[in-house]
């Protein structure tokens, strides 16, 4: 099993950024893809971006560019940069783990980001 705990949302104006971060407790970080969603008031779930255990990333193409995935295995450590954010992004967002073997998927608590002037 893991833990998994995001932390760095928060309050942001339009084309501002902020950086979230996702601490997995795990013995094996390395085994898991990682991956960040988000969930809008009223709204589905959807996938962020993910990042592969060797490290090829995806993500959502209405992101156009604006967000990074990037993930630290020595420190159990998954990242999201976001770049130029718009209103449309605010919503919970939640770090995921999927091992590799079993497909067991771990859900963080989540973390809100609100982009407002």
């Known amino acids: 099993q893991v833990q998994l705990v995001e932390s760095g949302g928060g309050l942001v104006q339009p084309g501002g950024s902020l950086r979230l971060s996702c601490t997995a407790s795990?013995?094996?970080?390395?085994?898991?893809?990682m991956a960040w969603y988000r969930q809008a008031p009223g709204k589905q779930r959807e996938l962020v971006a993910a990042?592969?255990?060797?490290?090829?990333?995806n993500y959502a193409a209405s992101l156009q560019g604006r967000f990074t995935i990037s993930r630290d295995n020595a420190k159990n450590m998954v990242y999201l940069q976001m770049n130029s954010l718009k209103p449309e992004d605010t919503a919970v967002y939640y770090c995921?783990?999927?091992?590799?073997?079993?497909?067991?998927?771990?859900w963080g608590q989540g973390t809100q980001v609100t982009v407002s002037s």
């Open positions: 995921n783990a999927e091992h590799v073997f079993t497909r067991s998927e771990y």
């Open positions: 990042i592969t255990r060797s490290g090829t990333t």
């Open positions: 795990t013995r094996i970080f390395s085994i898991y893809n």
